[in-house]
């Protein structure tokens, strides 16, 4: 009979990807680094199997000034997670309303983007991403 290891996989891969993600956050300035404090984070692949790395916004507010960082964040990840393909920045709003699959995502009032779900914005980490291709 084998013996059951000390720890699961599923805790070990968290514990890996907490401090990778606590690594990641402790080497970027301290004001991008406020701003990911009120974020949330996660890998998952996407739908082609890209590796992606989400950083979840609880708002606009936050997100905006970690899109004018992007290329810093991207420059980390690509120095401390090797095979991340991609960085996604999304907006979920914490008091979203329940809407049916059809409906409008966005609402936009003057100019403004009042995002009542989930919204995400994609980065490649490969480099090839400039500001110019928005």
């Known amino acids: 009979m084998l013996s059951q290891p000390i720890f699961d996989d599923r805790a070990?891969?968290?514990?890996?990807?907490?401090?990778?993600?606590e690594?990641?956050?402790?080497?970027?300035?301290?004001?991008?680094?406020?701003?990911?404090?009120?974020?949330?984070?996660?890998?998952?692949?996407?739908?082609?199997?890209?590796k992606t790395f989400f950083i979840v916004s609880p708002s606009l507010d936050i997100a905006e000034p970690l899109l004018s960082d992007i290329d810093q964040i991207v420059e980390?990840?690509?120095t401390l997670?090797?095979?991340?393909?991609?960085?996604?920045?999304?907006?979920?709003p914490q008091n979203n309303s329940v809407e049916t699959p059809y409906s409008s995502n966005l609402c936009h009032s003057s100019?403004?983007?009042?995002?009542?779900?989930?919204?995400?914005?994609?980065?490649?980490?490969?480099?090839?991403?400039s500001p110019l291709d928005d």
């Open 12 to 21: 070990l891969n968290n514990s890996l990807y907490q401090a990778l993600i």
């Open 23 to 50: 690594r990641f956050c402790d080497t970027l300035p301290s004001s991008i680094q406020s701003q990911l404090s009120e974020c949330s984070f996660g890998f998952a692949p996407s739908p082609t199997g890209v």
């Open 76 to 78: 980390r990840v690509q």
């Open 81 to 92: 997670m090797i095979g991340v393909g991609q960085v996604a920045l999304c907006i979920q």
């Open 111 to 129: 100019q403004t983007l009042h995002p009542q779900s989930m919204m995400c914005k994609i980065f490649p980490v490969n480099g090839e991403y």
